[in-house]
């Protein structure tokens, strides 16, 4: 049995003391600080909540829509030039109208439909065109009985779209026939209705159970409710940030649902570790205010290096060049800062008022008394469980190691077949009336151009010319002389402009497509011309080249932050690199996850999704920044008490076995809390928000227990006092007092 960390010889009595020294440093500080100031942080606090409560209602009302394409690229150019020079819309919006009686033929048919464009304002419809006013039969279906019509909806900007599709919808009527509506708004606009509603479906499971959980492990009505408050209390403050945020950077409805995932997971563990802290302390030195300032300076150090390391690794996503990307960055940022802030203010306030309290409202569990599971994980810390497992991994590392390593590669297997593409209907759920519609476009208009490669030619010379009409009948017949270019038809021109589109039978991911695309771009353009190529196919390439340009960087950012943050929390240089190691194992696991459910279909029907075939590109990149930010999370907490240990004089194996003693039961449940939350969000039908929190959720499963307690332990056993070991730097002074002795069993482990 290992003496306190805190506890040491008194040079003047000659006695071991039985009081723990109070603790020094900035955390002890602040602690003291709050503890003294408690009721004016709090009234500060309950001020700064309702504001952001007033501030934040006004929140869903400046969500955007969209934002996985990048506006800057050759794609996002492409429809910005179609939607301006032929006034249709692009393809961002299609009406179908079908009759189960009439066909297009029928004087009927067509006077119903002109007359219910009619009912809609220009100042909601731009421009719209169909067959009986282009008179191309590509406009209608293969069974003549419906029509599509590709529409202009007025507006600049997505909301201004998404708004004039909304008027649209209420004002478009025809009796007797069915209306349908696909293109990308619509997919935008359905995407958002469903992340709204599944954030609240989420919000009705979550906390319930967050809850049963906490009183679970706390045995304490009071401790329990704690880490909700913190939680709510950083979610309400991060609205209303982001409200403020919302017209200098775009927040979207997806954006929203993964910073609530993300933020009410890590409130709740930073709640945790301080309240369990705290608790700690004040059964040692019986004073609430030295314990605030012990719990400040030990948990409350560790939650300070935690939230700084995870809002600048999830601001990495700004370096992307998509709208989501750079909101969902700053917005995650934003929220995991003001989690680690709450935590760090009246987090303590509250327990410095509370003090013994703290453990109000006592509940008797089966097997537990009135002690709670995590009193009795810590009770039994050097002969439990976590005590016993830490200290076979410790004495047997080789054998550890070698387990941790093969269970890894299995799971991680499947990533060998990962797919990466730009999201498109797939993502919505198969009973989406956008997605529906998408489909049964594809079906019933194959010559609709929803999903071929649209060519934007700008020419020199006037097309209504010879010259002009013979350029662009040259650079026509060099489109359909391209491999897999089975049908090129010219849509509409202006004087000089002209808007072809180029047929395929690939899927825009397709291997085949993607070479169709750079095939098209390749082309020399037209004398004194420019090209510009669009579609879905041009905007997955576009995704995947950005992703492809830009994730050097990404990494490279990611890899300074975490090694640098690790390396001032810990003043270790392996320390850093093992975290980096394992924290990339894990994310292995997670894109193995994901590929073998999302993209290749197993387990889809417990999951409640059809496979898409791929694994969304964006969601892929959102994936590795929270991993690896969740990951150094976890490596944080348990090699801080590790190193506070060692600090203490326990030598490298008795800190390791001791540290994930103390430890290995609440990481767990930390990591239970985040897994309950992240599962919650994977119920969700949209496959973008599934991805994620599958990812996450496999993630921080393996991770807390595979490789923070089987993998990390044994690392260090084999690495012993490299570990800790800096050069050319000033080491820590040695703790005064005799060294503690080696846990029993481990005097030969060094």
């Known amino acids: 049995m290992s003496s306190s960390p805190c506890a040491g010889t008194d040079p003047r009595a000659g006695t071991v003391r039985t009081t723990p020294a109070p603790p020094g440093g900035s955390g002890a500080r602040l602690g003291a600080l709050v503890a003294r100031h408690r009721w004016a942080v709090l009234w500060t606090t309950a001020l700064l909540l309702a504001v952001a409560a007033v501030v934040g209602a006004g929140l869903p009302a400046r969500l955007s829509h969209?934002?996985?394409?990048?506006?800057?690229?050759?794609?996002?150019?492409?429809?910005?030039?179609?939607?301006?020079?032929?006034?249709?819309?692009?393809?961002?919006?299609?009406?179908?109208?079908?009759?189960?009686?009439?066909?297009?033929?029928?004087?009927?048919?067509?006077?119903?439909?002109?007359?219910?464009?009619?009912?809609?304002?220009?100042?909601?419809?731009?421009?719209?065109?169909?067959?009986?006013?282009?008179?191309?039969?590509?406009?209608?279906?293969?069974?003549?009985?419906?029509?599509?019509?590709?529409?202009?909806l007025a507006g600049t900007g997505d909301h201004a779209k998404a708004a004039s599709y909304e008027r649209m919808r209420g004002l478009l009527h025809a009796d007797g026939f069915t209306v349908t509506y696909a293109g990308q708004v619509p997919l935008e606009a359905d995407l958002d209705r469903t992340v709204d509603d599944d954030l609240t479906r989420a919000e009705l499971y979550v906390f319930p159970l967050l809850f049963l959980l906490l009183l679970l492990f706390f045995g304490s009505l009071a401790a329990a409710l704690l880490p909700l408050a913190v939680a709510g209390a950083s979610l309400t403050m991060a609205f209303g940030v982001l409200r403020l945020l919302a017209p200098l950077v775009p927040v979207s409805y997806v954006?929203?649902?993964?910073?609530?995932?993300?933020?009410?997971?890590?409130?709740?563990?930073?709640?945790?570790?301080?309240?369990?802290?705290?608790?700690?302390?004040?059964?040692?030195?019986?004073?609430?205010?030295?314990?605030?300032?012990?719990?400040?300076?030990?948990?409350?150090?560790t939650v300070l290096y935690s939230a700084t390391a995870i809002?600048?690794?999830?601001?990495?996503?700004?370096?992307?060049?998509?709208?989501?990307?750079?909101?969902?960055?700053?917005?995650?940022?934003?929220?995991?800062a003001l989690a680690g802030a709450v935590s760090l203010t009246m987090l303590p306030a509250v327990l410095a008022v509370l003090g013994p309290r703290v453990d109000a409202g006592r509940i008797r569990l089966p097997g537990l008394g009135r002690a709670g599971l995590g009193r009795a994980w810590a009770a039994d810390q050097e002969t439990g469980f976590w005590y016993r497992l830490g200290r076979s991994a410790v004495t047997h590392p080789w054998a550890w190691l070698t387990a941790a390593v093969a269970v890894i590669a299995v799971l991680s297997?499947?990533?060998?077949?990962?797919?990466?593409?730009?999201?498109?209907?797939?993502?919505?759920?198969?009973?989406?009336?956008?997605?529906?519609?998408?489909?049964?476009?594809?079906?019933?208009?194959p010559a609709a151009a929803l999903d071929q490669l649209q060519v934007v030619a700008h020419l020199r010379d006037d097309i209504g010319g010879e010259p002009g009409k013979a350029e662009l009948a040259r650079w026509q017949e060099r489109l359909a002389g391209l491999p897999d270019a089975q049908d090129v038809r010219l849509r509409v021109s202006t004087a000089h402009s002209a808007l072809l589109t180029v047929a395929t039978d690939e899927a825009p991911d397709a291997p085949a497509a993607e070479q169709l695309v750079r095939a098209v771009r390749a082309l020399d353009p037209p004398d004194g011309g420019l090209v510009l190529v669009g579609g879905p196919a041009a905007a997955n390439v576009d995704v995947l080249d950005a992703l492809g340009a830009r994730l050097p960087a990404l990494v490279g950012y990611l890899l300074v932050v975490t090694l640098g943050l690790l390396f001032l929390a810990f003043r270790s240089l392996l320390v850093p690199v093992k975290a980096v190691i394992t924290t990339t194992m894990s994310l292995g696991i997670a894109y193995s996850a994901v590929t073998w459910t999302v993209q290749e279909g197993h387990g889809a029907r417990l999951l409640g999704l059809r496979p898409t075939g791929y694994v969304g590109a964006l969601e892929a990149a959102i994936m590795l920044m929270f991993v690896f930010a969740l990951s150094v999370d976890y490596e944080?907490?348990?090699?801080?008490?590790?190193?506070?240990l060692h600090r203490g004089g326990m030598d490298n194996a008795s800190a390791v076995v001791t540290g994930l003693g103390r430890t290995g039961g609440l990481i767990s449940a930390a990591a239970a809390l985040i897994v309950l939350v992240a599962a919650a969000f994977a119920t969700s039908p949209v496959v973008t928000v599934k991805e994620i929190a599958l990812g996450v959720l496999v993630a921080v499963a393996v991770d807390a227990t595979v490789v923070r307690m089987l993998l990390v332990p044994a690392t260090m056993r084999l690495l012993g006092e490299l570990n800790w070991w800096t050069p050319r730097l000033r080491r820590p002074a040695a703790p005064s007092g005799p060294r503690p002795a080696p846990l029993p069993g481990l005097e030969a482990v060094e």
């Open 66 to 152: 969209g934002g996985f394409t990048n506006p800057g690229a050759e794609s996002g150019r492409a429809l910005e030039a179609i939607e301006h020079h032929y006034n249709a819309g692009g393809t961002s919006t299609i009406v179908v109208f079908r009759s189960e009686t009439l066909t297009v033929d029928d004087l009927e048919f067509g006077e119903a439909v002109r007359s219910a464009l009619a009912t809609v304002p220009r100042t909601v419809l731009a421009g719209a065109q169909h067959y009986w006013n282009t008179g191309k039969r590509e406009l209608v279906s293969t069974d003549g009985h419906a029509a599509c019509v590709v529409v202009g």
């Open 255 to 301: 954006t929203r649902n993964v910073v609530v995932m993300i933020a009410l997971g890590l409130s709740v563990d930073y709640a945790l570790f301080v309240v369990v802290r705290f608790r700690r302390e004040l059964r040692h030195r019986g004073d609430r205010h030295r314990a605030v300032a012990a719990t400040m300076a030990t948990a409350g150090h």
């Open 311 to 336: 809002s600048l690794a999830v601001l990495g996503l700004t370096l992307l060049p998509f709208p989501i990307t750079r909101s969902l960055g700053i917005g995650a940022a934003v929220t995991v």
């Open 413 to 445: 297997a499947p990533v060998v077949g990962l797919h990466l593409a730009a999201s498109d209907q797939r993502t919505l759920p198969a009973g989406a009336a956008s997605r529906r519609a998408q489909e049964l476009l594809h079906e019933d208009f």
């Open 636 to 644: 944080l907490f348990l090699i801080a008490q590790i190193r506070e």
